[in-house]
């Protein structure tokens, strides 16, 4: 297996000298040689392996494992692949091992990681902006019925992820999505995951910029490089020229946020390092002013400022948010600009906060004068024969175009005002609403304890039993309250961004026994509430409590609100 690590743009001689602040460390004995670890900087010259994941990408750019994959584990089926492909370099591509069925949230920490895997895998196929032809909605679909026994969620990044694929089908899968110009590369692993783009790009009458040709630049130009494939752990892009900043910004790696420069025009506002998990930052504004054409070449220097100064000897420190928490946002600007650019950026306006959410559902004008539908499922639980049918609904309505969204969301564009109705009416029987209640449409979950090998607890179905819990006691309500599920600690449905923020985790039961509940935080939001929610010490309810939990709290919240008061302020 070949070596494989990315040029640095200047040899580590020139670069400065010390980029991380001291770290309190206990006295050292008098005489002794100072051992110092560094923080797996390259840049500094800490290129040694560090950690497991480090090692894997340093024997083989996880990239190769494309062609193991076609010409052996295929043929050779699940028994034949190397641990080190199975647990680290498949992700690449898209490819996670699921959860064995049956193992209870108890066990997930106990047990050896091959303990866990099932020999089926969760694919995750990329969808750069959410940007779909009805042709390839129909492609996705019948991979789902054909090799997936018919799964598919619509995630929280835009992406499609089905479950129950066996190795041996994975290349006739990527034949088929290939063929209409979808992929899985990188759609995991530590690299550019998916670029998130407003859903309602080049549609909306008030859009400031359209991001489209900027997240074709990077796509094409970027993903699947190996220059940009072994970065430090997951690099998270979002791009918006809306005014809602509809891709959650604020939670990214890396942002373009569309904002009016007095001099220049429509451009993006720079965003870097935030990111939720353990240690949740909010992305911080680096003070420049991009314009589109120059998107793509930005986005590359930061990029590779992180893949260059990232931290890597610690999983736990590897995101861009705490190198750019430990240098700040004008060193972060200077390195970008000094050694990546070489140019200065142009200084810019902040854009304005946006003040209502911009999940699009429901029924909009666009520029043109057709509209778009907004479609709520709960928790972006689908199937392939939903997406089939969807696929055909949308044509039979005069339309070609559809849209995912970071809410778990679809949107169908295009639609002719006398076709909305009748489509409205056509996709309710999919499972894809257009008119949601504030439930149905407020719930998100993650993958949970049904495939995921990290998963505490059940969410995906909890969800929908408690939307229609919540929907039976408390019928509409006027003010959206929003509800988020996470199956462990991991923030992958962004609880600390939500009204009602759901963190699984085993919580004493009824007799003291260990049962499936929740941690809750409260009062979380992004946009004009920006701002993680509150943990609540000693705040945990039984999975079975739940209903009750959140009924209590939307009550408490609509009987003492002010006039106009939304859940986070
Ligand atoms: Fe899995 Fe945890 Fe992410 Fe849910 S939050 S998908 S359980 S890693």
């Not at 209903?547 to 106009?564: L, T």
């Amino acid at each position: 297996m070949s070596t494989e690590t990315p040029a640095s743009p200047r040899p580590a001689a020139d670069r400065p000298a010390a980029a991380t602040p001291a770290r309190t460390t206990a006295a050292r004995p008098a005489g002794k040689p100072r051992r110092t670890k560094g923080e797996g900087q390259w840049a500094l010259g800490y290129r040694e392996p560090l950690n497991a994941n480090e090692q894997s990408k340093k024997d083989d750019n996880p990239l190769n494992v494309r062609a193991r994959i076609e010409n052996i584990y295929a043929h050779g089926g699940f028994a034949s692949i190397d641990p080190g492909d199975l647990r680290g370099r498949f992700r690449w591509f898209g490819l996670y091992t699921q959860r064995k069925p049956g193992i209870d949230g108890g066990k997930t920490a106990t047990l050896d990681p091959s303990e866990l895997d099932d020999e089926f895998f969760m694919l995750r196929i990329r969808i750069d902006g959410g940007a779909l032809t009805t042709d390839q909605l129909r492609v996705i679909g019948q991979i789902s019925v054909d090799f997936a026994r018919g799964t598919a969620d619509v995630t929280d990044r835009q992406n499609v992820q089905l479950h129950w694929i066996r190795v041996e089908d994975v290349p006739e899968i990527w034949r088929r999505l290939e063929a209409v110009g979808l992929s899985t590369t990188e759609a995991c692993g530590d690299c550019p995951r998916v670029i998130l783009g407003s859903p309602v790009a080049g549609i909306a009458a008030d859009e400031i910029i359209d991001p489209t040709p900027a997240i074709a630049d990077i796509v094409e130009r970027y993903i699947g490089d190996p220059q940009y494939s072994n970065l430090p752990r997951k690099f998270k892009t979002a791009i918006t020229g809306h005014p809602l900043q509809d891709v959650v910004p604020e939670i990214n790696d890396i942002a373009f946020v569309g904002v009016v420069h007095p001099e220049h025009g429509p451009g993006y506002d720079l965003w870097v390092g935030g990111g939720l998990s353990t240690n949740p930052m909010l992305a911080q504004r680096v003070g420049a002013w991009v314009p589109g054409e120059e998107v793509a070449e930005v986005w590359a220097a930061v990029c590779a400022v992180f893949r260059d100064y990232g931290y890597r000897r610690l999983r736990t420190r590897a995101r861009i948010k705490f190198l750019v928490a430990d240098w700040g946002v004008e060193k972060f600007r200077q390195v970008m600009e000094d050694e990546y650019l070489h140019r200065r950026l142009v200084d810019g306006p902040a854009p304005a906060v946006p003040t209502r959410s911009g999940d699009h559902v429901g029924v909009n004008e666009q520029k043109d004068g057709k509209f778009f539908v907004g479609l709520s499922a709960v928790a972006g639980r689908t199937s392939g024969s939903a997406l089939l049918g969807l696929a055909d609904v949308v044509e039979a309505h005069g339309s070609t175009r559809v849209r995912t969204t970071p809410m778990q969301k679809l949107l169908v564009l295009d639609v002719e005002a006398d076709q909305v109705e009748s489509l409205s009416q056509a996709t309710e029987a999919l499972g894809w609403s257009a008119r949601p209640d504030a439930w149905r449409r407020s719930v998100m979950a993650c993958t949970g304890i049904e495939f995921c090998k990290l998963a505490i607890v059940e969410t995906k179905a909890r969800a929908a039993t408690v939307v229609d819990q919540l929907e039976a006691r408390l019928g509409a309500l006027d003010s959206p309250i929003t509800v988020h599920l996470n199956g462990c600690p991991n923030s992958c449905a962004r609880i600390q961004t939500a009204d009602i923020g759901l963190k699984g985790q085993l919580v004493p039961g009824p007799g003291g026994e260990q049962v499936e509940g929740f941690q809750v935080h409260l009062g979380g939001g992004l946009g004009l509430d920006a701002g993680f929610g509150r943990k609540l010490r000693g705040h945990k309810v039984t999975a079975d409590e739940l209903p009750d939990y959140v009924e209590r709290v939307a009550r408490a919240f609509v009987a003492d609100r002010a006039d106009g008061e939304r859940f986070a302020q």
